[in-house]
């Protein structure tokens, strides 16, 4: 059984920064692409940022240079560090795990809101 764990969601003011981790209690992780997406209220859920299991990072161009995905393979953990957020930002954002066999598994998800 795969499941995803979140947390570090919360309310913050603009222009500040949350870290948002995942953590996976399968023994899969290290060879698992980790990916970080979010959902707005009215809105479909939609690609914040990706990391594959060699490192490479792939994000959407409106979290650019704001936000930074990682993975520390021997805790079995994926972060989201976001930096500079948007009232846009607002959403709940979803830990998802796709396996080499490409089947995928989803976290709970966790809310971020921004606003002053």
């Known amino acids: 059984q795969v499941q995803l764990v979140e947390s570090g969601g919360g309310l913050v003011q603009p222009g500040g920064s949350l870290r948002l981790s995942c953590v996976n209690s399968?023994?899969?992780?290290?060879?698992?692409?980790m990916g970080w997406y979010r959902q707005a209220p009215g809105k479909q859920r939609e690609l914040v940022a990706q990391?594959?299991?060699?490192?490479?990072?792939n994000y959407a161009d409106s979290v650019k240079g704001r936000f930074t995905i990682s993975r520390d393979n021997a805790k079995s953990t994926a972060y989201l560090q976001m930096n500079s957020l948007k009232p846009e930002d607002t959403a709940v954002y979803y830990c998802?795990?796709?396996?080499?066999?490409?089947?995928?598994?989803w976290g709970q998800g966790t809310q971020v809101t921004v606003s002053s």
């Open positions: 399968g023994s899969i992780f290290s060879s698992a692409q």
């Open positions: 998802n795990l796709v396996r080499r066999n490409l089947r995928e598994y």
């Open positions: 990391i594959t299991s060699g490192g490479i990072t």
